[in-house]
């Protein structure tokens, strides 16, 4: 079966790190592009990085400089490092994955991990 | 303020027909890039159902459907049931951020 599982949220004070962490079932994270997307809380959807089959990604220009998004073959895992976080990182943040013939087409979805950034 | 405008709301009575626009720009919808259509029940993760402006997945019951034209598209759903009360979401990519796009969402609401 093909899944995706989040990881790796919680509460963290501004400023502070937290990773992400997605691992997929049913399918190879590094023959597919990968995405992050973002929900805050009572809002709508916010897409937030992607990494390509090659390797190059791609971020929006609020994270630029304070996420990576990055991946680990072995262990089928797609990650988000989030540094510096804001408050207005709050969010709960999605992995998906890119059908690559249709531009951005996110065919398969986690369930969601929560991000809370509060003091 | 999204990229892609979408009405916060629409409502319908059951086996009604209801459509939510989507508007762009020259730079996503109107440069021809791919409008997708999500679905997010409440608490849930959004599920797709519309891909590649027209088509459905397999699943997807063909009461959905989706359009482009110009810088717009728009999601129809007719025979409207109790169970698609929820927010929907186009997307498509935006050539002038370099990134992807959403719409603001619209809740739909069956009467």
């Known amino acids: 079966e093909v899944q995706l599982v989040e990881s790796g949220g919680g509460l963290i004070q501004p400023g502070g790190s937290l990773r992400l962490s997605c691992v997929a079932s049913?399918?190879?994270?590094?023959?597919?592009?990968m995405t992050w997307v973002r929900q805050p809380p009572g809002k709508g959807l916010e897409w937030v990085s992607i990494i390509y089959s090659g390797g190059t990604t791609y971020y929006t220009d609020s994270v630029k400089g304070r996420f990576t998004i990055s991946r680990y073959i072995s262990q089928n895992t797609l990650f988000l490092q989030m540094n510096s976080l804001r408050a207005d990182d709050t969010a709960v943040y999605y992995c998906a994955r890119v059908d690559p013939n249709y531009f951005y087409y996110m065919d398969v979805w986690g369930k969601g991990t929560t991000v809370t950034v509060s003091s | 303020q999204s990229v892609l405008t979408q009405p916060p709301s629409v409502s319908g009575a059951p086996g009604q027909r209801v459509t939510i626009s989507c508007t762009g720009s020259s730079s996503n919808i109107g440069a021809n890039y791919d409008v997708h259509w999500y679905q997010q029940l409440p608490g849930t993760a959004p599920k797709v159902l519309i891909f590649?402006?027209?088509n459905r997945p397999s699943g997807v019951p063909d009461r959905f459907s989706g359009s482009k034209s110009g810088t717009s598209a728009a999601l129809a759903i007719t025979g409207l049931q109790a169970e698609d009360e929820a927010h929907y979401y186009c997307q498509s990519y935006d050539s002038g951020l370099s990134a992807s796009v959403f719409g603001g969402g619209t809740k739909l609401t069956v009467l």
């Open positions: 049913g399918f190879s994270v590094s023959s597919n592009y």
């Open positions: 590649g402006d027209t």
